[in-house]
């Protein structure tokens, strides 16, 4: 299957910043469809890992539609709260997936651990795995990551979920500060699409 080029697909994911970042990291002769395109439900994710959970989705959405499926699983791990969220950072959002209870749950967590959190540097990473499935079938499934840490207050309209509290390594902006142009560069999303893309 991977040996011929893919020239349409469905892009896993109900989350439409995800969305847009995914479409613009594919090739442009790619035609790319939406999950709501045909109305579909997302799968129960019940995976134990982002890869788990990536594949859940690339395999349940391609055998639905009878297309090929990249799937992203994606999150942010924090190691003074023993890598939480991690895969359950959506849920943190709550039923809605509203990040800005989430970001209000990270500082509530961090600071329930250590009333001044702030004055440290809190460790951080966003995990991204990516996987491109056909029907029950993986063709592949990598992982993409970048380090930073937890800034003392959210910052910057750009981007979604956690970008406004993220500052990468060797940055002084948040995500949801930088450009997007600047953010795809170094992000954890641009860096599992550099290792999937020779599937495409």
Not at 65 to 90: Q, R, V
Not at 126 to 148: D, M, P, R, Y
Not at 178 to 190: E, L
Request: hydrophobic share 30%; glycine share 8%.
């Amino acid at each position: 299957m991977s040996k011929q080029k893919i020239n349409k697909l469905i892009i896993g994911t109900k989350n439409m910043g995800k969305l847009r970042e995914i479409k613009n990291l594919l090739p442009k002769n790619i035609k790319t469809y939406s999950t709501s395109a045909f109305n579909l439900r997302s799968p129960i994710e019940n995976g134990k890992t982002f890869k788990e959970n990536s594949l859940i989705k690339s395999k349940y959405f391609s055998k639905k539609t009878g297309l090929i499926c990249l799937a992203d699983d994606s999150g942010l791990e924090i190691d003074f709260l023993d890598k939480n969220p991690g895969i359950y950072s959506a849920r943190w959002g709550g039923r809605h997936g509203d990040f800005g209870k989430a970001i209000e749950r990270v500082y509530r967590e961090l600071k329930k651990k250590d009333k001044n959190w702030k004055n440290k540097k809190i460790r951080a990473r966003f995990i991204c795995a990516l996987s491109i499935s056909f029907l029950n079938k993986k063709i592949a499934c990598v992982l993409g990551k970048v380090e930073g840490y937890i800034s003392d207050k959210p910052k910057g309209r750009n981007g979604f979920g956690y970008d406004p509290i993220f500052i990468p390594l060797n940055q002084v902006k948040t995500f949801g500060e930088m450009k997007p142009s600047q953010k795809h560069k170094i992000d954890h999303r641009y860096q599992a699409f550099r290792k999937i893309k020779k599937f495409l």
